[in-house]
């Protein structure tokens, strides 16, 4: 942790410095532009570069807070108030009383951005719509394979499996033909990944043969497009003229793109950045008149999952006496500073789907040591934790925390070899590839149904490709997600996931240790709701006075 005294040496000599850098290199951004950022710009300090501009290929948080939100609109959202499903460019829809077939009625007069590098000649109509949901579904689609891309939240949501056909009625509906009903379907249509893009744009393209271009230099219909990006470095976005929603409130949006937590927190206490992303010290920042710090009770988790395709956690016992070795108590006082739930499962209480009746992992080293001798592993053994690099709020201090753990499994004989240090996407990729036996990392749920929180992590069709680190495979566990997705009673569906929670306990491919609040700090003269309960940021509607 930062000592708060050498925070404000950094702070008194580095002042004058960066603010006059500040502003340097935001003129700089735009060689046709003379003046500085003016007070009606935002810029948030965010924590990594994006590993895409295309949300559909990415389940980074990063690179969703960067590009989602800011960049497009999906057929549905979620009601701030209520989360309740509401109209987006869908501008209404009908679904068959079997649940198989769903049509969008799509909204007209809507712009795509006009940038330096795409003019469009028309508005977005049923065309867009196949081209976006298409290059996911159709593997011989030409833009479906560009560059390696793959799709880890549609992947995980079986969504080729579940769609049969989308089909075009007319240049304002559209029809999606599933397999199957499934109760999440449109809550997936409305969450963070299902993006529409221009097919327009994708033309030009491919006629240019620069369709990677697709992922890299964005055009959606959201409210902000891009300007200029350097990776690394900064990201900035201008408004979006003709969108078809109210208008942004401010000229520019920056993201200032500073990975190490005590440069970004200087910045905001310099005035170098409006907004902060994963803020420390929050008493420090709390000191400051001109500061205020936001918090949200996210949808999340942060967990400890083993990697269940490498000995010696591919045995059962081997997970389940570290699990009862970990002092999460201690955890959440240390790295939370009491600012969390112990995680009773994956679901948060705040979940419909929560069961109180659970009964919840227990601290004893004592238990530990038996079932580690029942292994066949007396005496212990080596592994490796590979501790997240960036702070998230289900994991503010992913590497603290695998100290923690380091000492106490120590105590039944287990030595522990921490590895970080990665860049952000080169760790996500490299624990996508298995290359961990264990990894601390989390989700944030990406809309309310409790699927969202048990399909991505550990479902068979997310091991290696999606978000399930831990490799696990049940086939009884996503026999039980499949007949609560089928059916759209409430209280069954509760039963179905109380019973697969119970083979997630029972089995233990992961540890879940904290549901936390998101935290974010900003200038008090920064207006409007950024931070939701699940996904990711959002600028259209904030202001700076």
Request: charged residues 20%.
């Amino acid at each position: 942790m930062m000592k708060i005294n050498v925070l404000n040496q950094v702070i008194n000599k580095s002042q004058l410095i960066l603010s006059l850098l500040t502003t340097v290199l935001l003129i700089g951004c735009d060689s046709g532009n003379s003046t500085s950022l003016s007070a009606k710009s935002i810029i948030y300090c965010s924590e990594g570069s994006p590993a895409s501009f295309n949300p559909q290929t990415i389940t980074s948080g990063t690179s969703i807070d960067a590009t989602s939100n800011q960049l497009y609109d999906r057929l549905l959202s979620f009601n701030p108030g209520d989360d309740d499903i509401k109209p987006a460019l869908a501008k209404s829809w009908h679904v068959t009383r079997d649940g198989k077939m769903i049509t969008f009625y799509l909204r007209k007069n809507v712009e795509f951005h006009q940038t330096k590098y795409f003019t469009p000649t028309r508005t977005f109509n049923a065309d867009d719509v196949l081209f976006s949901f298409n290059r996911i579904l159709d593997q011989n689609h030409e833009f479906h394979s560009i560059a390696g891309v793959q799709y880890p939240f549609f992947e995980s949501v079986n969504f080729s499996s579940l769609v049969n056909e989308i089909e075009k009625i007319n240049d304002y509906t559209v029809r999606f033909k599933l397999n199957n009903s499934d109760s999440s379907f449109l809550s997936n249509l409305a969450s963070d990944y299902s993006v529409i893009i221009s097919s327009e744009y994708g033309k030009q393209l491919s006629q240019s043969n620069k369709r990677e271009n697709i992922d890299l230099l964005p055009i959606g219909t959201g409210p902000f497009k891009l300007k200029e990006y350097r990776a690394g470095s900064f990201i900035r976005y201008y408004p979006h003229e003709k969108y078809w929603r109210e208008k942004a409130q401010i000229e520019q949006l920056i993201f200032d793109i500073t990975p190490n937590n005590t440069s970004r927190l200087t910045k905001l206490l310099t005035g170098g950045c409006d907004v902060l992303a994963y803020p420390i010290a929050h008493k420090q920042i709390k000191k400051y008149p001109n500061l205020t710090l936001d918090t949200v009770t996210s949808l999340n988790v942060g967990y400890l999952g083993f990697n269940t395709k490498k000995p010696p956690f591919d045995n059962k016992l081997v997970r389940t006496a570290v699990a009862y070795a970990i002092n999460r108590k201690a955890i959440i006082e240390t790295i939370y500073s009491g600012q969390a739930d112990i995680a009773k499962s994956l679901l948060p209480k705040s979940s419909w789907a929560y069961d109180d009746t659970a009964s919840e992992q227990i601290y004893s080293i004592e238990t530990a040591r038996i079932l580690l001798h029942e292994a066949g592993y007396p005496n212990g053994f080596t592994m490796n934790i590979w501790a997240m690099p960036v702070r998230r709020a289900y994991n503010p201090d992913a590497l603290t925390m695998a100290k923690l753990i380091q000492a106490d499994l120590l105590k039944i004989g287990i030595q522990v070899k921490i590895v970080s240090g990665y860049e952000w996407e080169v760790f996500l990729n490299m624990v996508r590839l298995g290359e961990h036996e264990s990894v601390l990392l989390g989700w944030s749920a990406d809309h309310p149904d409790p699927d969202n929180f048990l399909t991505p992590i550990l479902s068979c069709d997310s091991a290696g490709k999606g978000s399930n680190n831990t490799q696990w495979c049940h086939k009884g566990f996503d026999k039980l997600l499949q007949d609560a997705l089928q059916s759209n009673n409430i209280n069954q569906r509760k039963k179905y996931y109380a019973q697969a929670l119970a083979i997630v306990a029972e089995e233990i491919p992961l540890l879940p240790i904290a549901h936390s609040k998101r935290y974010q700090a900003r200038s008090t003269k920064v207006k409007g709701k950024l931070l939701n309960a699940f996904g990711g940021i959002d600028f259209r509607q904030v202001s700076k006075k």
